[in-house]
């Protein structure tokens, strides 16, 4: 019937892309082991891939229980997940209902994490980027203004430890961690939650654009310009070095793009 598709039960979690807990390296995301966890990423990767159109009314609580072979319990809970990422909306005779992407927490980071996994890269890449480019010049100046000595120390902490990892993909977490340590000793209250709400995505692209043949040569002593600003307390030098690196970085993953599909 048309705007009722059939769902199953795809693969189970061990079998799909990422950890159980943590697709694509995301510390933040959802957890899959729990039954409607898992009901609610199947039914959530659907939505977002496009299998399940925006406007479309999911089968009702009874057909769906019955095609996952779950209980009405675990099923309305998955629900209310995917209800608070603003993928469906519930309401009484119309049924769930599927929003429109407009309308979708794009920055939860299980959509960003499903969204990697199942979407072409070109359009989440170019996205992502623009918001780094947005922000985080910024949070370096300010990090070279309102840094304490803790804070320094922190991205510091996280330079060193880029500098020795052994290769690429060890160097993904403190890459990572440095980023967020800039947006934290931005000491600003709003841009401190951010690097935690695109950790997922970040995390993503990191292990994209550090496995570049070539890139980590390149992209350390653009780290080490930041790091040197921030503790030096030169805000326009440091917002300069920022924005170089994150030129260096969407070059990266523009020369990576081509070689990177979703997965189905």
């Known amino acids: 019937m048309a705007g009722t598709p059939v769902l199953r039960r795809g693969r189970r979690p061990a079998e799909a892309a990422g950890t159980a ?16 966890g898992q009901i609610a990423y199947d039914i959530g990767t659907r939505i977002v891939r496009g299998d ?79 918001i780094r480019q947005i922000i985080e010049p910024a949070a370096a100046a300010m990090a070279a203004e ?23 993909d060890a160097s993904v977490e403190p890459d990572l961690r440095f980023h967020q340590s800039i947006l934290a000793a931005s000491n600003n209250e709003f841009l401190q939650p951010l690097g935690a709400l695109i950790e997922t995505a970040m995390a993503s692209s990191f292990r994209i654009t550090n496995n570049e043949p070539g890139a980590l040569q390149v992209s350390l002593p653009l780290h080490r310009s930041v790091r040197d600003a921030i503790l030096a307390h030169e805000p326009e030098t440091a917002r300069q070095a920022m924005r170089i690196l994150l030129e260096d970085a969407a070059q990266d993953m523009r020369r990576a793009l081509p070689h990177i599909k979703p997965k189905s």
Do not use: Y
């Open 21 to 36: 807990d943590q697709p694509h390296g995301g510390s933040k995301t959802f957890s899959r082991r729990s039954l409607h």
């Open 146 to 168: 309102r840094a304490d000595d803790d804070q320094r120390k922190a991205i510091s902490r996280a330079f060193a430890d880029m500098e020795t990892a052994p290769d690429g």
């Open 52 to 130: 399940i159109q925006p406007g479309t009314v999911l089968p009702n609580e009874s057909d769906l229980s019955n095609q996952f072979s779950v209980s009405r319990t675990a099923l309305r809970e998955a629900i209310k997940v995917l209800a608070a990422k603003g993928l469906v909306e519930s309401r009484p005779k119309t049924g769930t209902r599927v929003r429109p992407r407009g309308e979708w927490n794009m920055l939860d980071p299980d959509l960003l994490a499903w969204q990697f996994a199942t979407q072409p890269m070109e359009r989440l890449a170019k996205d992502l980027f623009e």
